[in-house]
């Protein structure tokens, strides 16, 4: 089958401090992968994408996320967090049916 | 422009009601999507609209009946819903809808719907 998983349903990090948010994933053939966040009551918003070349994907807002395929991840992060980066955050694959395959989410808290 | 519009931003219905959900994209994208979202969770995929034609739906229950009038509005008709339909509905749209195609999903801002 193939999944897309986030294994943390919360990261906490203070304001300034890198953070990282974990995704892993199980697809055949090519990974595409995406990144959305989502604040309260709002629609997702898309942060990066992930098709092939470069491991390390420049995005919005300052994200970034690496491709590992030795480890199947795509962890999503940033230098330097900002309180304002608090929200909801959703890895999803293409997994070949023509929609997204999301993960269950993951809740990112930056303290000031 | 990525933008994908829907309305209305709310909606609160009876379980007799009709009702419809509108979806609009301008950015000649083909391939449209109604999703379903439940709090802290990831959206449920519903329907599937590619190149004007329902292509997928997800053994969604018949009181929810999307139409597709062209290719720059997604529409979804509701009648006889459930309270446990209340929940955040989300329209997305691709460029093209290829299974192995890379184009970015771009979201609506949603509908929020409370069936009482």
């Known amino acids: 089958a193939q999944s897309v998983a986030q294994p943390e349903d919360q990261v906490n990090v203070a304001e300034g401090n890198p953070l990282t948010v974990k995704c892993t994933y199980s697809?055949?053939?090519?990974?595409?992968l995406f990144w959305y966040v989502q604040y309260p009551n709002r629609g997702l918003q898309f942060l990066l994408k992930?098709?092939?070349?470069?491991?390390l994907v420049k995005g919005s807002y300052g994200f970034e996320a690496e491709f590992n395929k030795s480890q199947t991840s795509f962890h999503l992060k940033k230098p330097s967090a900002l309180v304002s980066d608090s929200a909801l955050y959703f890895c999803?694959?293409?997994?070949?049916?023509?929609?997204?395959?999301f993960g269950s989410g993951t809740r990112l808290q930056v303290q000031p | 422009d990525t933008e994908v519009t829907q309305t209305p931003k709310h909606l609160v219905m009876g379980m007799t009601n009709k009702k419809s959900l509108k979806c609009e994209q301008h950015?000649?994208?083909?391939?449209m999507y109604w999703y379903k979202q439940k709090a802290k969770k990831p959206p449920e995929l519903m329907f599937v609209?590619?190149?004007?034609?329902?292509?997928i739906n997800e053994s969604v229950p018949s009181r929810f009946s999307p139409e597709c009038p062209n290719s720059s509005l997604l529409n979804l008709h509701l009648h006889a819903l459930q309270p446990e339909d209340s929940a955040l509905y989300l329209c997305?749209?691709?460029?093209?809808?290829?299974?192995?195609?890379?184009?970015?999903?771009?979201f609506g801002p949603g509908t929020r719907l409370t069936v009482l």
């Open positions: 950015m000649g994208h083909r391939a």
């Open positions: 997305a749209s691709r460029l093209t809808s290829g299974v192995s195609n890379t184009d970015t999903q771009y």
């Open positions: 609209y590619s190149y004007e034609k329902l292509s």
């Open positions: 992930y098709i092939t070349g470069d491991n």
């Open positions: 697809v055949s053939g090519n990974p595409y």
């Open positions: 999803a694959g293409a997994t070949g049916r023509r929609a997204l395959t």
